[in-house]
């Protein structure tokens, strides 16, 4: 009885170091890679104040292509509206049911369309613009380049990029009840807006 | 008419610039063009369309740049993200 007993255990010793070896080797090996030097090209490194200066000239990059009212709503509240022009929705089996439809534009989240007569979220088309030469060590353009390439994008061939984009369910990356806070806080801006003094030149009213 | 190109780290910067009006201008300008679509990027001239809205227009060519626009701005093509 002890005999087996014993043998058994002896088993089940082997088993377990068999399963804990690996792990306990791949921890070893992260551990050491985590204190491991990793060598920095000259001019590679982050950079908060060269990043800084990159969105500072996406800014007003962007500011340049938008109308005032679009440059108004980025500054004021971090993301951009534009309005769809398909017909039946960006989405061949959900359609809005004729029903105007935009999107919001966030830096370096989805796209996020919604019927803002219903404020019912559509879906999110997660798409990025990365550039693989990566001048500085990141593929990752300023957040304001990236706005203006996701406003450039939908604005000049709206398809292209919907179809480029993938396609998931909202609430995927972007919380809905955030894009809900935004869409309320957006009607509180526009409220706003026309009560104000004279609307800007160059705005557009919502269709 | 200029040419900008979006870069990480950086913002725009300038590639080319110069008078479409001009031979040996528009020449550097087709030239910095087809460099940059030849790289994959994508191209977009901002436009103001009837009413004041504002657009971009996606192009694949020089001779669809409008002779009159002030800039192109190219950027990287599109990637479904996850």
């Known amino acids: 009885m002890a005999l087996a007993l014993g043998a058994t255990a002896i088993c089940i010793l082997v088993l377990l170091w068999e399963v804990v070896l690996p792990k306990l080797e791949e921890r070893l090996e992260r551990r050491k890679a985590c204190r491991a030097r990793v060598p920095v090209q000259p001019g590679e490194g982050y950079d908060p ?9 996406a800014r007003t990059l962007l500011r340049s292509c938008v109308n005032d ?3 108004a709503m980025y500054r004021d509240l971090g993301f951009l509206r534009v309005w769809g022009g398909m017909g039946d929705g960006p ?4 359609g809005t049911q004729g ?12 796209i996020v369309a919604y019927v803002p007569q219903t404020r ?3 879906s999110e088309y997660c798409v990025e613009f990365p550039d693989e030469t990566r001048p500085y060590g990141s593929a990752r353009l300023p957040d304001s380049d990236d706005v ?5 994008a939908l604005t000049g061939d709206e398809r292209r990029i919907i179809e480029t984009a993938n396609l998931h369910l909202p609430g995927r990356q972007v919380d809905p009840r955030q894009v809900r806070r935004d869409l309320w806080r957006l009607g509180r801006w526009e409220q706003e807006r026309l009560r104000g003094p004279g609307r800007p030149s160059g705005s557009v009213p919502t269709p | 008419m200029r040419l900008l ?10 590639l080319a610039e110069g008078d479409v009006g001009v031979r040996e201008e528009e020449e550097r300008l087709v030239t910095a063009f087809r460099e940059q679509l030849a790289a994959g990027m994508w191209a977009a001239v901002p436009t103001t369309a009837r009413g004041g809205r504002r657009e971009a227009q996606l192009v694949r060519r020089f ?13 990287p093509p599109a990637a479904g993200g996850r």
Do not use: N
Request: proline share 8%; aromatic share 12%.
């Open chain 1, 49 to 57: 104040g060269r990043e800084r200066r990159a969105e500072q000239r």
């Open chain 1, 69 to 71: 009212e679009e440059w």
């Open chain 1, 91 to 94: 989405e061949r089996d959900r």
């Open chain 1, 99 to 110: 029903a105007p439809y935009a999107y919001l534009i966030y830096p370096h989240k989805p």
């Open chain 1, 120 to 122: 019912r979220l559509l």
């Open chain 1, 148 to 152: 203006l390439a996701k406003w450039m």
């Open chain 2, 5 to 14: 190109r979006m870069k990480p780290g950086h913002g725009e910067v300038l």
């Open chain 2, 63 to 75: 001779d669809d740049v409008p002779r009159d626009a002030e800039r192109v701005i190219f950027f």
